[in-house]
């Protein structure tokens, strides 16, 4: 036997005070249909996420990529030019030549040309590296900014109301 307190609520009508039979209310129930093509939009709306995300980062890497072959292409440039610029041992020239000196000064100052044109070989391609990185980090910066001007927040309230309500 239910108790008669369950099947009766106390209703206030502008300070008229009475008592009424509860009502049951039950939630309505979202048709078949409606639960398959809800779902449907949720996944359709997960792939296209999933979708940029990758190509987002497909173009990262390969922007990494770069950047890491370029690096990779200065280290040999370098070594290529302290291995040219590193003195080969010569033989003792003798004494006697009074040119000897003449010709040491000449190649001492080749090799300071030379050392001279890879420092500027050098700082001129991490001149460029940091020109790249700073594109790439201008770029996601710019990728931040739009994500969060996306934001369902500053959309019409309607809009907000229906992002908020999606069953995800």
């Known amino acids: 036997m239910e108790n008669d307190d369950d099947q009766w609520e106390l209703h206030n009508d502008d300070g008229f005070v009475y ?3 509860r009502r049951r209310i039950d939630p309505p129930q979202p048709e078949p249909e409606a639960q398959a093509e809800a779902e449907q939009r949720r996944r359709d709306r997960k792939k296209q996420t999933l979708l940029k995300l990758k190509t987002k980062y497909e173009k990262e890497i390969l922007q990494w990529e770069s950047l890491s072959n370029t ?5 040999q440039r370098q070594q290529q030019q302290q ?4 003195p080969q041992p010569q033989p003792n ?11 040491a000064g000449a190649s001492l ?9 890879a420092q500027e070989a050098i700082i001129r391609d991490v001149s460029n590296l940091c020109d790249i990185a ?5 770029k ?3 990728q931040f900014k739009q994500t969060l001007s996306d934001l369902p927040i500053w959309a019409s309230p309607h809009d907000l109301m229906q992002v908020l309500c999606d069953d995800d």
Do not use: F, I, N
Not at 93 to 103: A, Q
């Open 140 to 142: 996601r910066e710019e």
């Open 109 to 117: 100052l080749d090799d300071l040309l030379l050392q001279a044109e």
């Open 83 to 86: 291995q040219r610029t590193t």
């Open 93 to 103: 020239p003798s004494p006697s030549l009074p040119s000897t000196s003449h010709s």
């Open 19 to 21: 008592k009424r039979k």
């Open 71 to 75: 690096l990779r292409s200065m280290q």
């Open 134 to 138: 700073e594109a790439v980090c201008g």
